[in-house]
């Protein structure tokens, strides 16, 4: 090893042990230094070639580790030992490739290195030795479904000016998965928009142009059910194995995996192997990434790696074309008056119209009465009368923790950690709000709070609404969703 580049490291140590009572307030130094030293003891330099400095680390989560606690510091040291511009590397050892003298190198955001493609040594497809999740037990398969619906394709996609860019791009996508600046895809938008669609859109497109290539769709609660499953038998190996062998990953609302930590910690590291491989990933969700909440930040960075595109509600003429498409594809054909009404009945969710055109149709065939506009309009009241919902404290509750994607048991729970304890105050504000309930009866069914809480949480709500943006957007989102 170079005696310079030693000595330099020394003196970055140096600089990060003596700053570290600085970085870490109302700790205690003693455990921070001896955290400190047990970590970087196994780090060591590699190189120092034109400013790019490359340290060898044990395993990715030395890497993980620094990234998450160390970083701003050691650029600190690195700024002021080796000057601005420095680049820092990792060589993570266990990542090690046989038969290869030098590891695969990382750098300081996580992102792959190009590396030279390995032979592959299995043939196309899953080796034996791979669990497939999907498969029911003592039936063998080693192929896997994607999963895909053949009514999701490009050719079955309406385009507007909600959808147009979301569209244009994952269009690039199916013609160089993996191998454009898309990677992940991140599409966000409320439901019913054609999130799913178009991500499927992608998949299908992928098995037409590279059948060889394993696209796999799922939601993310099957991945979630899929992982503890594997936990409970000690296979969660086997489990992230599978994973990583697929070319194109595309999982519906990930949101859900809020508050599951031991499911995120898989996902992170399927995700980073696919990433690293040049494999395409594509994820839905209801919110855009820095709105999910009680998800690991290393998680939500790798969100942004790629492209987040909004899917928007589409506007009036666009809803028209979905109606007459979906329709035409079932042999149906509504006058223009009819096809007015129900594009501007359908202001943002088409998919749940596409249920009421269903129940008209089958009522007028039932009862052999012609469909007109006025039994649409008539189905539409009746429908719509039986599906309002009470706005009570329980319904309430509900909408609050499908809107963060957290579990109504987290709600009433004692703990006071922000994401859990902002939508509670605001289950308390609008339970306060929209209903006749005594501060009291609020706290009870709020898991037991007494009744200052639930004073102290509307009573927040009111003032930090009026000078934080992300609550502000919190209270008008969340009122349109319960008076929905």
């Not at 330099?8 to 307030?25: S, V």
């Not at 780090?43 to 990715?60: E, F, G, H, R, Y």
């Not at 498409?325 to 969710?349: C, H, Q, W, Y």
């Not at 109504?408 to 309930?437: C, D, G, H, V, W």
């Amino acid at each position: 090893m170079d005696e310079n580049l030693m000595m330099i490291w020394q003196k970055c140590l140096q600089f990060m042990r003596d700053n570290l009572n600085a970085a870490e307030d109302n700790s205690d130094l003693k455990k921070l230094e001896k955290s400190f030293d047990m970590l970087f003891d196994k780090v060591q330099p590699l190189s120092l070639v034109a400013n790019n400095l490359t340290l060898i680390v044990p395993s990715d989560f030395y890497k993980e580790y620094i990234e998450d606690n160390y970083l701003s510091l050691l650029s600190a040291a690195l700024k002021k030992n080796l000057g601005k511009g420095v680049k820092l590397w990792y060589s993570v050892m266990e990542n090690r490739p046989t038969g290869e003298e030098k590891p695969v190198t990382m750098n300081m955001k996580g992102k792959s290195v190009p590396t030279p493609k390995m032979q592959e040594t299995m043939p196309q497809g899953f080796s034996a030795n791979i669990v497939n999740p999907f498969v029911v037990p003592g039936i063998r398969k080693v192929n896997i479904d994607s999963n895909l619906k053949s009514d999701y394709s490009f050719d079955n996609y309406i385009e507007g000016e909600s959808n147009k860019f979301a569209a244009t791009v994952a269009r690039s996508i199916a013609k160089r998965p993996g191998a454009t600046a898309f990677n992940p895809l991140f599409l966000h938008g409320g439901y019913g928009v054609g999130k799913t669609h178009l991500g499927q859109a992608v998949g299908l497109e992928v098995k037409s142009q590279f059948p060889d290539k394993v696209v796999l769709y799922l939601s993310s609660e099957k991945f979630i059910q899929q992982f503890i499953s594997a936990a409970k038998a000690h296979k969660q190996t086997e489990f992230a194995n599978f994973y990583q062998m697929v070319d194109v990953l595309i999982i519906d609302d990930i949101q859900f995996l809020s508050g599951k930590s031991a499911t995120q910690d898989s996902f992170f590291h399927i995700f980073d192997h696919l990433h690293q491989n040049g494999k395409q990933i594509i994820l839905t969700s209801d919110k855009a990434p820095a709105d999910i909440m009680d998800i690991q930040e290393r998680i939500v960075s790798r969100f942004k790696w790629g492209l987040s595109a909004e899917i928007k509600s589409p506007d009036l003429s666009t809803r028209r074309q979905i109606i007459v498409d979906k329709l035409s594809r079932d042999g149906i054909v509504l006058p223009g008056d009819m096809l007015d009404f129900l594009a501007a009945e359908a202001k943002t969710n088409v998919r749940e119209l596409i249920g009421v055109i269903n129940s008209v149709i089958a009522y007028s065939t039932v009862y052999k009465t012609d469909l007109s506009l006025e039994l649409l309009k008539d189905t539409i009241n009746k429908i719509a009368a039986n599906q309002k919902k009470v706005i009570n404290i329980p319904y309430i509750q509900e909408v609050v923790c499908d809107y963060f994607g957290i579990k109504k048991e987290q709600l009433l729970s004692k703990t006071r950690k922000r994401e859990i304890a902002l939508p509670r105050q605001l289950a308390m504000y609008f339970s306060k709000e929209l209903t006749n309930a005594t501060f009291t009866k609020i706290g009870e069914e709020m898991g037991g709070k007494d009744h200052s809480t639930v004073m102290y949480a509307c009573d927040t709500i009111k003032d930090v609404s009026k000078i934080d943006k992300e609550v502000k957007k919190y209270v008008k989102d969340l009122a349109e969703r319960i008076k929905k």
